[in-house]
Structures are given as structure tokens and as C-alpha cells.
């Protein structure tokens, strides 16, 4: 017990506002324990992959933010926004002003393929161009040239199947999104006719779920083109279709798009599967992409894999978007396995270089388990992190120590830092959906760290506690 009578109030902080931070907040403050939650987050804006990474043509998954903004309003709750865990607070600060830390930083950059000519320009990772039209105000300056006729998009998951629909859509489909306007100008007025998706296994294989593959069929102004013969399953992948019903559903469809005779729409979005990237090539910068036919075969763990033939092929293109799957980076201090990518952990738990639990520090969502999963995934994945926070609690292993806001605040205000709180926040989001209201948009997002830190300013924010 507290001096005041009260059982002493456990300080948390969670550092990353996406899902899985907003997910380990509300499993904290609807627990069996009193605490208070500190979210702290580099943006002036919270929500991670629901703001910057979620398709802007896909508002029932972006409208997850509701949620977010109930656990916000949650008594005990605070928005710290604009200011970076591990640089304005570092790890030791964290851990010695909370009773906890909640690492949910999600993974900051994209995995790469390894192929001579990657870094030629017109090659890109597809993280930034999403970040891009999502728009994220490191990205804003990026320049991505859309005047070719031809773009090729690596990897066969969800998020390149994200950019080949965005690259896709007519002004009339992305007119009513929250894309930024400089994204939709330069899309619908781009001169691209065709976009290949390249998958390096088979149909079977592919890691893009039904519903987003059936949605390629539906759109206005492009044509899905599927050759019949990517689509003739070797023994393995037939039986491997057995009790998996996504990939069952994807063949399905995929059929149906193979049957399908061309629409005339002004772009194609064609699906090739089989085939890896060996090379790009250029004078300069990307004009093709040398690729290699591939066959399936078992590895030694039963997993299907790609092995290369010798059938070989050029694609010549303007543009490249490599999507093939996104890295957690190391935090500074906090301990990290390289090899996944991910932070050091079990199941939440936070290890040191011995293997043992570090004492109050642990971490949920993509940095956790790595980049894979759905929204949703991360609420099992972050509820799992403060159960075992909550044990420590029970059993005595992580005791309150009389942390204060009134601590974390001097320190931030010592250094300097320009906090965001959720009232900031709050006229931000106003701002952004008012300016949206008046052209039938969810909202017109500002884009630039002035303008954003701008808006919270008028409110009264950032400021000094
Ligand atoms: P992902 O689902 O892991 O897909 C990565 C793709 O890249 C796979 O097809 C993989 O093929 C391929 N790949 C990996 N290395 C490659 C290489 N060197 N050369 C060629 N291809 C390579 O990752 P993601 O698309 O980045 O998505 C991340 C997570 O976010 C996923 O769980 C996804 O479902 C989720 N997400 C969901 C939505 C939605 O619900 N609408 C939207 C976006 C993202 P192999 O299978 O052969 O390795």
C-alpha cells in the first residue's frame, strides 16, 4: 500500500503508438492492477501502420483508430507524441523513471533482395512508398517517378499487393481516400500502363490473403492478367492445398482471373509467379529486371522452396518497388537478435545475453514476433506481453517504486523536447478531418513535421508541462 491508503500505482511505458502499443495499453489499464500508461511516440501523430502503412483506399481497416482513441480517453492514460524513446528518453532513462517499459516500435525498415543494381534509382523499397502516399513526413520529399510504362513489383504479400492496387487506381477511386494529394496527382497522371508482380514461388505459396486478391479483380480503370500455366500446381503444392483455406480460395480466384478475357481498362496488373529477380539493370537507372524461372522443391525442413533453373528473362521497366518484407531495427541498449530481427524476448519477455528476463523491460507486436499478422494478431500478441507483466507484478518480481509523471516531465522538459499530448493530438485529427470534411475526404493529413507540430501548437501544444 501507498502512503495515501491506495495500493501504489505501477507506471508504464509504452513505447510506439501502432497496434500493438495501443493493444498492450488497453491490456494495462484494464487489468487487475493500478496503472498509468505514458505512450510515447517519435510522431506528433499516433496509430503507426493504421496511419502511415494501411492502404488509403482501405477505411474499415483504418477505422481500427476508433478503438485506439477509446483506450486513449482511458483514465491514467497519456499521449506523449514527438518524442523518441531511446534518444530524447533513452533506455536507462525509461527504466528508471517507469516501473515498466513496453517496447511496440513495430519493424523500421525493409528487408532487402540482395541483388546487383538494387540500389539503382528507380529501385525503392516498397515501405517508402507507401510511407509516401500515406503521408508520413520523413517521405514527403522522396521522388518517385511515375512516368514509365511499365513497373515491377517484388514479393507476393499483402503490401505488394497494396502498391499494385495503389498504382492502379483511377481519380475516382483514390479521390474520396485520405492519400495525399501530391500521391493521387502524380499516380493518376502517371503513364504507367502495366504492372507485374513477380512471386518467387508458386500460387500455392503466395502470403496475399483471399480478400485482397479478390479486390484486384474489382477495380475501375485496370485488367488482372494471369497466365493459366503459372497456375499448374506440381505434386507438393497440390497436396499442400489440403486444409489450407486461403491458399484454396487464392487458387480459385486466381483461376477465374486466368479465364478472365481482357477488359480493356487503361492499366494491367499482371500476377507472374515462379520467378526471382536476379538483377536490375540500367545506364544509370533502372531500365529491366533480369529474371530467373524458378522450380519447387522441398527443403530439408519441408518447406517449399524456389530453387533456380536456367530460364532467364528480361523485363524491361522504369521502376522497381522491392516488397519483400519488412526488419525490426535494433534500439539502442536494448537487447536484439539479429538473426530474426527482432528484440531479444520471450514471449514478451525481454532477455538479456544470458537468456534471463530483464527486469520490467519487454516488447509486443512486430518487434516482438517479427513482421508478419494481420491488425488484429497484434491484440492476442500484446495481451500475451502484459499478462506476463502482470505475473511479474503478482509474484513480486516487479514491484511500483513511486515513478512520477511529474519526473518524466522535468526531464523532458530539461531537454528540451516539444511534447505532443493527446489534446495536441486532438486538434491535429480536428484540423485533418475538417479540411477532409469539405471535399468528402475522411481526411486531408498534414504532412510535414512544421505543419503537424503546427496545428498542436494552436492548441496550445507543444509546450512545457
Ligand atoms: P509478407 O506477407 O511476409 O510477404 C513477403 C513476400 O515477399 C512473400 O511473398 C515472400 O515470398 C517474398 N519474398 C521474400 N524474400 C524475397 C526475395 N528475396 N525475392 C522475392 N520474393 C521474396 O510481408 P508483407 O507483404 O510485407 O506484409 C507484412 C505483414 O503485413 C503480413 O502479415 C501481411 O499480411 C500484413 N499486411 C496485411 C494487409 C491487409 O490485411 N490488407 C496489408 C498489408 C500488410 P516467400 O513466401 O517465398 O518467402
Redesign the pocket.
Known amino acids: 500500500m501507498s502512503s495515501n491508503g491506495n495500493p501504489p500505482v505501477l507506471r508504464v511505458a509504452v513505447v510506439g503508438s501502432g497496434p500493438a502499443g495501443f493493444y498492450a495499453a488497453g491490456a494495462l489499464l484494464g487489468g487487475d492492477v493500478p496503472v498509468e500508461v505514458d505512450m510515447i511516440e517519435r510522431l506528433p501523430a499516433p496509430w503507426g501502420l493504421v496511419r502511415f ?3 488509403p483506399d ?1 477505411p474499415k ?1 483504418k477505422s481500427v483508430s476508433r478503438a485506439f482513441e477509446k483506450i486513449a480517453e482511458r483514465p491514467g492514460f497519456r499521449f506523449l507524441g514527438n518524442v523518441e524513446g531511446c534518444r530524447d528518453l533513452h533506455h536507462a532513462d525509461l527504466v528508471e523513471l517507469y516501473d515498466a517499459v513496453v517496447y511496440c516500435v513495430g519493424a523500421q525498415t525493409d ?1 532487402r ?2 541483388i546487383p543494381g538494387e540500389d539503382l534509382p528507380g529501385s525503392w523499397p ?1 515501405t517508402e512508398f507507401v510511407a509516401w502516399y500515406n503521408g508520413h513526413p520523413d517521405y514527403q520529399d522522396l521522388d518517385f517517378d511515375l512516368a514509365v510504362e511499365r513497373v515491377v513489383v ?9 502498391v499494385a492496387r495503389m498504382l492502379a487506381l483511377t481519380p475516382e477511386e483514390l479521390g474520396p481516400t485520405d492519400t495525399t494529394d501530391a500521391a493521387i496527382a502524380a499516380i493518376t497522371g502517371a503513364s504507367i500502363t502495366e504492372i507485374v508482380m ?4 508458386g500460387p500455392v ?5 483471399t ?2 486478391l479478390i479486390e484486384l479483380g474489382e477495380l475501375a480503370g485496370c485488367d488482372v492478367v494471369v497466365d493459366p500455366a503459372d497456375l499448374e500446381l506440381d505434386p507438393a503444392s497440390e497436396a499442400a492445398l489440403e486444409g489450407d483455406t486461403n491458399a484454396t480460395r487464392n487458387l480459385e480466384v486466381l483461376r477465374g482471373y486466368a479465364a478472365r478475357p481482357l477488359q480493356g481498362h487503361p492499366r494491367r496488373l499482371q500476377l507472374r509467379f515462379l520467378v ?2 536476379v538483377e536490375l539493370t540500367g545506364d544509370g537507372r533502372v531500365e529491366a529486371v533480369e529474371v530467373v524461372r524458378n522450380r519447387l522443391e522441398a527443403d530439408e525442413s519441408g518447406r517449399i ?2 530453387v533456380p533453373t536456367d530460364e532467364r528473362e528480361t523485363i524491361p521497366c522504369g521502376l522497381v518497388f ?5 526488419r525490426g531495427v535494433a534500439l539502442p541498449e536494448v537487447p536484439f537478435d539479429e538473426r530474426r530481427g527482432t528484440i531479444r524476448n520471450e514471449r514478451g519477455r525481454v532477455l538479456d545475453e544470458t537468456g534471463s528476463p530483464l527486469a520490467g523491460v519487454y516488447c509486443a507486436g512486430w518487434i516482438k514476433r517479427g ?5 488484429g ?1 497484434n491484440k492476442k500478441d500484446a495481451t500475451e506481453t502484459v499478462e506476463l507483466l502482470l505475473e511479474d507484478v503478482h509474484a513480486g518480481r516487479l514491484v511500483p517504486k513511486g515513478a512520477t509523471a511529474a519526473a518524466v516531465d522535468a526531464l523532458l522538459e530539461e531537454r528540451g523536447v516539444r511534447v505532443v499530448t493527446q489534446s495536441g493530438w486532438a486538434a491535429i485529427d480536428e484540423a485533418e478531418v475538417a479540411a477532409g470534411e469539405k471535399l468528402g475526404r475522411p481526411r486531408l493529413k498534414l504532412c510535414s513535421w512544421d505543419a503537424l507540430l503546427g496545428a498542436a501548437e494552436a492548441a496550445g501544444e507543444p509546450s512545457p508541462f
Open positions: 502503412g494501411v492502404a482501405h481497416i528487408r533482395m540482395g516498397a517484388v514479393g507476393a504479400g499483402n503490401v505488394a499487393v497494396d513477380l512471386a518467387r514461388r505459396q503466395a502470403a496475399f490473403t480478400p485482397e526471382s529477380p522452396a524456389a522491392r516488397s519483400v518484407g519488412y513482421p508478419s499478422g494481420v491488425i494478431t
